[in-house]
């Protein structure tokens, strides 16, 4: 019994066990914080935007700025696409790579802009996806006829 009390011993300074057990713990933490983020929950009303500051005419001024930006994207998009098919006739596979990263990122952010504008549309701040969804397809679907 003696002799596995002091391999246990040595074992245990050997292996630095108590740094290990530290470091591990500290892993463990970091982790449980970086995924375990606290909700943060605005609920402003679009009433409440004067509030705020901000006024007809800015909201204006920001949907007009919204669909600049959505349209530069978009163009920005197409352009970059028709220079990956380039790209891919010429056999140039690793600059396509780069290309349709580029291109991802300006579809991301026109439709992060059309989002923001179909918030500013719609008239209120903090809709859902699920919403942006249904008012995409309404507006492609057109308005709903009714029979008589």
């Known amino acids: 019994m003696k002799v596995v009390g ?7 300074r050997a292996f630095f066990k108590d740094s290990l057990v530290n470091g591990a713990q500290y892993v463990e933490g ?8 606290p909700q943060v929950r605005y609920d402003h ?9 901000v006024t007809p005419r800015q909201l204006a001024l ?16 197409c352009a ?8 891919f006739l010429h056999g140039k596979y690793w600059s396509l790579f780069v290309v349709s990263g580029l291109f991802s990122i300006c579809l ?4 992060r802009y059309h989002f923001w504008l179909f918030q500013i549309h719609a008239r209120r701040l903090g809709c859902g ?12 679907a057109g308005p709903k006829q009714t029979r008589k």
Request: hydrophobic fraction near 55%; charge should be positive; charged fraction near 15%.
């Open 129 to 140: 996806l699920g919403e942006w969804f249904a008012y995409l397809v309404q507006s492609i």
């Open 108 to 111: 991301a952010q026109a439709f």
């Open 30 to 37: 970091s982790a449980r914080d970086l995924f375990n983020m």
């Open 62 to 77: 920001t949907r007009q700025h919204f669909i600049r930006m959505i349209t530069i994207f978009l163009i920005l998009a």
């Open 6 to 12: 002091r391999i246990k011993r040595i074992a245990t």
């Open 80 to 87: 970059l696409m028709l220079y990956g098919i380039v790209l």
């Open 45 to 53: 009303e679009y009433h409440e935007l004067k509030q705020f500051g």
